[in-house]
Every structure is written in structure tokens, then in C-alpha cells.
């Protein structure tokens, strides 16, 4: 069974930092494309950014330069870390493993201006 529990959402004024942790359990890790997706209030869940096996990064444009995606596989964990916060990025972030169905609770990120 897919499990992922998001973390590390909270208030930060705008240009404030986040780092946000995802911990996966129920499938090998190491092996899939982990992502971030993010759903504001009205709106569809749209994709943020996502970390293949290999390395290779994706990010939509609206974070480029201002997000990071990370995984540590000995830890079953996918981070994003969030810089130069804006009003704009306040949302709900979910993770996601590439390939299941499964989704987190997410966890909730509020930028003040």
C-alpha cells in the first residue's frame, strides 16, 4: 500500500524560504520519479516539479530559480525546498510517485505579502 506523508508547509511572509519533506512507504523508492504538485484555493492541482532515479530535474517555469526538488532513496524521502516565497506559491503541496494512483494528505503553504 502507497503511502506518502507530506510536511513542512507553514506561514512565511513572501521572499521567505520552506523546506518542504515527503516520506514514501509501500513501494521500491529508489526506483521511481518522485514529484511535487501544488493546488491553490479554486483551482486544479498543477505540477511543480519532479526528480527522476537518475537525477534529471524538471520544474515548471513559474518556480524556476526559486525551488529545488531533492531525494534522499535511504530515507524513502523527496524534499522541495522553496526560496524567494510569493503570495502567488501559497497552496496546498502534494508529492507523488510517478506511475501509482496514490496521493498525500499535502501539507499546507501560506504566503503572507
Known amino acids: 500500500q502507497v503511502q506518502l506523508v507530506e510536511s513542512g508547509g507553514g506561514l512565511v511572509q513572501a521572499g521567505g524560504s520552506l523546506r518542504l519533506s515527503c516520506i514514501a512507504s509501500?513501494?521500491?523508492?529508489?526506483?521511481?520519479?518522485m514529484g511535487w504538485y501544488r493546488q491553490a484555493p479554486g483551482k486544479q492541482r498543477e505540477f511543480v516539479a519532479r526528480l527522476t532515479p537518475g537525477g534529471t530535474t524538471n520544474y515548471a517555469e513559474f518556480v524556476k530559480g526559486r525551488f529545488t526538488i531533492s531525494r534522499d532513496n535511504a530515507k524513502n524521502t523527496v524534499y522541495l525546498q522553496m526560496n524567494s516565497l510569493k503570495p502567488e506559491d501559497t497552496a496546498v503541496y502534494y508529492c507523488h510517485a510517478e506511475h501509482f494512483y496514490d496521493w498525500g494528505q499535502g501539507t499546507q503553504v501560506t504566503v503572507s505579502s
Open positions: 509501500g513501494f521500491i523508492f529508489s526506483v521511481h520519479t
